[in-house]
T-cell receptor
Framework: QQQVKQSPQSLIVQKGGISIINCAYENTAFDYFPWYQQFPGKGPALLIA?????SEKKEGRFTISFNKSAKQFSLHIMDSQPGDSATYFC??????????????FGQGTILTVHP | DVKVTQSSRYLVKRTGEKVFLECVQD?????MFWYRQDPGLGLRLIYF???????EKGDIPEGYSVSREKKERFSLILESASTNQTSMYLCASSLTDRKYQPQHFGDGTRLSIL
């Protein structure tokens, strides 16, 4: 049972283009939505995160858009660069109670940015 | 910087063997996690620990156990390895004292069961 569904599985973008990765979740208790970036041979690292009290968060070229009513959130990478080529994971967490910060991850998107 | 170190980058074992994967973090984090990463499935939580000697099952605990005797070390044990446990295994740690703490990952152990 995959509680966070991510698409597309792979994405090819030209340098300078916009990369968009989408995620949908089912559990309405989720209240924290991070994105992780993973380069080959490395573990995932936190890229950007959002809480549902805002609809958008921007950090440099990376923006998360969040739609609480639709239970969807997405990552936009503006002016995509070859160095952005990596695997991206969306995730979700219910921060309260005994969750201990457990994350439920999406299936991952392999992004390739061509020069 | 937080450092999470996994003892082996690559490991090859045979079916039926007992396999130990070790993880050490250097930032005094309370929470530690073991995931397996498979193409098209993302990261799936096997077990996690929120304190020494405390553990809870994740989403796919079958065939695995864990040990946390010291705060900085979290071990994943495959009791009797099977070929369907061939995968990339990732360890992570995080703080507990505030909400929304990021998880810090090691670089993974690629385990092959022959």
């Amino acid at each position: 049972q995959q509680q966070v569904k991510q698409s597309p599985q792979s994405l090819i973008v030209q340098k300078g283009g916009i990369s968009i990765i989408n995620c949908a979740y089912e559990n309405t208790a989720f209240d924290y939505f991070p994105w992780y970036q993973q380069f080959p041979g490395k573990g995932p690292a936190l890229l950007i995160a959002i809480r549902p009290d805002v609809s958008e968060k921007k950090e440099g070229r990376f923006t998360i858009s969040f739609n609480k009513s639709a239970k969807q959130f997405s990552l936009h990478i503006m002016d995509s660069q070859p160095g952005d080529s990596a695997t991206y994971f969306c995730a979700a967490s219910a921060a309260g109670g005994t969750s201990y910060g457990k994350l439920t991850f999406g299936q991952g998107t392999i992004l390739t940015v061509h020069p | 910087d937080v450092k999470v170190t996994q003892s082996s980058r690559y490991l090859v074992k045979r079916t039926g063997e007992k396999v130990f994967l070790e993880c050490v973090q250097d930032m005094d984090h309370e929470n530690m996690f073991w995931y397996r990463q498979d193409p098209g499935l993302g990261l799936r939580l096997i077990y996690f620990s929120y304190d020494v000697k405390m553990k809870e099952k994740g989403d796919i605990p079958e065939g695995y156990s864990v040990s946390r005797e010291k705060k900085e070390r979290f071990s994943l044990i495959l009791e009797s390895a099977s070929t369907n446990q061939t995968s990339m295994y990732l360890c992570a740690s995080s703080l507990t004292d505030r909400k929304y703490q990021p998880q810090h990952f090691g670089d993974g152990t690629r385990l092959s069961i022959l």
